[in-house]
């Protein structure tokens, strides 16, 4: 790799980092992207899974600046979505400055040097003035800690991981988990194995997809007519974020809301299935939004197979030959799915993070992840997260919020080169304050209303979400706020940024 010192290193070459690489190219900033996968596409290229597709629609699922005519339906499907971001990577020039295969083990911000040391599992090390890290909430596949899960002498893999060598034709099949990637692999594979049985901790909400096939004189009005395809676009958007009134209040619109979802997702369940047991074990005792609201059509169908039972009991063991549950009855299977999603409240991850004087980022938020618009930390300057801790949606395009967070760090790196500062780093009564709104305001969504979800980290709080809407988050993080923010100078303590 090229030693020369870069403006800024993005970590991550899916949705966020293909963003903020097009974001850096027209700020003439020297950058690169790390990724440790062979292509672009982060979760869209790891998730391989039968069914896998995207439940936001297709014209809202995609970058403002880098539309696309040409999605064959309402709802896209994982293959495609890999191929939008490939076709994008190579419209905008990024894959030369893209590295694929590396991993990186950490990251150090140098007192002295004022730049980011990144250390690689190689053993080679580049600086940095700045690093936005692009690695996103769904890329680490959460494994259940089940007694016994590594004696299992079948095959065994996570949703995320799909082994599409194994053959599952005629097989007794496990599947732990009915979250968002089960109930889209769960019917493709229910018509092909021998019997399936499904483990579930808790039932989702799972509401129809109103997926159909784009017609192609869409397509090509949307090609001939770009704006067309943008008003279309805002019509979607305005019709999801109408969705926040079911998540972010407890007034009678919320409530009207959340009847609304009960009722249609009765319905569902009386059409699909006759066994009132299993209409019982379908329906979800907890309120509509608490986890995240599923869509899929074929879900209540599936379950009512006569090949496919729903096993409510808990789970106590993972044993050589299936699994054993909390009565002691085992299920002998041939292959386990592990459809246990994604540590995405798991702040910061594996990378390990160390900011100024030797301050890691895990220690920084071993009581909370705290932020300043979910975009920066204090102590850790020149530093940018996306998509990062407080800025999950329940109900609309994570990709809205990415470009609302890549404006505002524009903003702070043109205030800087215009100032000729080196590094900047928001104060600390900034995040405190941020992160006790957030936390305040949670406290009046749907999210904690008693439920237990990814959403939670494993001390109890909400860290992941937004407790607002997308237009409040782009009214907040429409521009640089120096005043929030204090310049690092080398060995010293930080001094007023807008001097």
């Given amino acids: 790799m090229n030693p020369e010192v870069l403006d800024v290193a993005v970590i991550g070459a899916g949705v966020g980092g293909i963003a903020a690489g097009a974001m850096l190219r027209d700020l003439g900033a020297s950058f690169a992207i790390f990724d440790k996968g062979t292509t672009v596409g982060g979760t869209w290229r790891d998730n391989t899974y039968p069914g896998c597709a995207c439940d936001v629609p297709s014209h809202l699922y995609s970058l403002s600046f880098a539309q696309n005519p040409e999605w064959s339906r309402s709802y896209p499907a994982q293959p495609e979505i890999e191929s939008y971001l490939e076709r994008v990577t190579d419209e905008l020039g990024l894959r030369p400055r893209i590295h694929f295969g590396v991993e990186i083990l950490a990251i150090r911000w140098e007192d002295q040097t004022l730049l980011w040391d990144i250390e690689f599992r190689d053993g080679t090390h580049r600086s940095a003035r700045s690093v936005i890290m692009a690695t996103g909430p769904l890329s680490r596949p959460s494994l259940p800690a089940i007694e016994g899960i590594e004696t299992f002498a079948g095959t065994m893999f996570h949703s995320a991981r799909w082994d599409h060598e194994h053959d599952l034709c005629g097989e007794r099949v496990a599947v732990i988990g009915t979250g968002a990637s089960a109930v889209q692999f769960v019917p493709e594979i229910a018509p092909v194995v021998e019997h399936l049985t499904v483990f579930q901790r808790s039932a989702p909400w799972v509401l129809p997809r109103d997926d159909r096939p784009a017609p192609p004189w869409r397509q090509r009005l949307y090609r001939r007519v770009p704006f067309l395809q943008r008003l279309h676009r805002w019509r979607v958007y305005a019709r999801q974020e109408l969705l926040a009134v079911a998540f972010i209040g407890r007034g009678r619109a919320a409530a009207a809301v959340s009847e609304r979802i009960r009722t249609e997702v009765r319905a569902q369940i009386d059409a699909a299935i006759s066994d009132p047991e299993l209409r019982a074990a379908c329906l979800p005792d907890y309120e509509p939004g608490c986890k995240r609201l599923l869509i899929a059509n074929s879900w209540y169908s599936t379950l009512a197979r006569p090949d496919v039972d729903l096993c409510t009991r808990p789970i106590r063991a993972i044993t050589p030959t299936g699994v054993r549950t909390a009565d002691g009855d085992e299920i002998e299977v041939d292959t386990i799915i592990l459809g246990t999603g994604f540590s995405a409240s798991d702040y910061p991850g594996p990378l390990r993070i160390t900011g100024r004087a030797g301050l890691e980022l895990a220690d920084r938020w071993r009581t909370g992840a705290a932020t300043d618009l979910g975009i920066s930390v204090d102590g850790f300057p020149n530093l940018y997260l996306l998509a990062g801790p407080s800025t999950g949606l329940g109900h609309n395009s994570i990709i809205f919020m990415i470009e609302a967070q890549l404006h ?34 949670l406290g009046r969504t749907v999210w904690t209303t008693g439920c237990s979800s990814w959403y939670r980290s494993a001390a109890g709080q909400v860290d992941t979400l937004w407790p607002g809407t997308t237009v409040e988050y782009w009214w907040r993080t429409r521009r640089f706020r120096p005043d929030r923010h204090e310049v690092v100078e080398p060995d010293s303590g930080p001094v007023a940024a807008g001097r």
């Avoid at 080196?422 to 305040?440: H, K, L, N, P």
């Fill in 408 to 441: 505002h760090i524009r903003g702070a790196l043109v205030h800087q080169r215009r100032h000729g500062l080196r590094a900047t780093t928001v104060r600390s009564d900034r995040v405190g304050a941020f992160y006790e709104e957030i936390q305040r305001r």
